[in-house]
Antibody, heavy 121, light 107 residues
């Protein structure tokens, strides 16, 4: 069955970086894009960016451009999302989610379990 | 960037009531709109995609409509398990922005 398994919770100091992984299984990795979404305490869902695992092409929300990098490792069917220069505002649960794209793209309902990133001095 | 505005931000209704949530895009997005349900501490659940297609396994009391700039999520008969925050997301072009969310409670 389709699974997206994310790495474990992280605690980081302000100014540090964090790299969250999302390991895919149960389907052909290159056939589905992966989007990243975060949910900060008391806030709504926030879209961060998306990657095409086939060619590695990415697109980011303007807010995160230059501070967030999404990459993939095809040998391990894993997508990574790295956030640099962390502040307390980055404390959130980070999710990866699968997207099916052919002529058009549509989310297909498969999400990772979420990774809590806490930024605290 | 296209902004997504949901209304209301919260609502309280009785079990069995018909509930309607609206999502408005600042520019036309065709029918590239999804609706999600998120319960506290849980992973968001996809309810509707392409504005009106019900995701497999989602109860038929949920429905979506609209195209262009104005979209609606309807719960035909509110159930206690529907207490959650509901979000729309547009995905015609990046960024795939979410609405700010609508909190649904039972009266």
């Amino acid at each position: 069955q389709v699974q997206l398994v994310q790495s474990g919770a992280e605690v980081k100091k302000p100014g540090a970086s964090v790299k969250v992984s999302c390991m895919a299984s149960g389907y052909t990795f290159s056939n589905y894009y992966i989007q990243w979404v975060r949910h900060a305490p008391g806030q709504g869902l926030e879209w961060m960016g998306i990657i095409n695992p086939s060619g590695g092409g990415t697109s980011y929300a303007q807010k995160f451009q230059g501070r967030v990098t999404i990459t993939r490792e095809t040998s391990t069917n894993t997508v990574y999302m790295e956030v640099n220069s962390l502040t307390s505002e980055d404390t959130a649960v980070y999710f990866c989610a699968r997207v099916y794209c052919d002529a058009d793209c549509n989310p297909d309902g498969h999400w990772g379990q979420g990774t809590l990133v806490t930024v605290s001095s | 960037d296209i902004q997504m505005t949901q209304s209301p931000s919260s609502l309280s209704a009785s079990v069995g009531d018909r509930v309607t949530i609206t999502c408005r895009a600042s520019q036309g997005i065709g029918n590239y709109l999804a609706w999600y349900q998120q319960k506290p501490g849980k992973v968001p659940k996809l309810l509707i995609y392409t504005a009106s297609i019900l995701q497999s396994g989602v109860p038929s009391r949920f429905s979506g409509s609209g195209s262009g700039t104005d979209f609606t999520l309807t719960i035909s008969s509110l159930q206690p398990e529907d207490v959650a925050v509901y979000y729309c997301q547009k995905y015609n072009l990046a960024p795939w922005t979410f609405g700010q969310g609508t909190k649904v409670e039972i009266k």
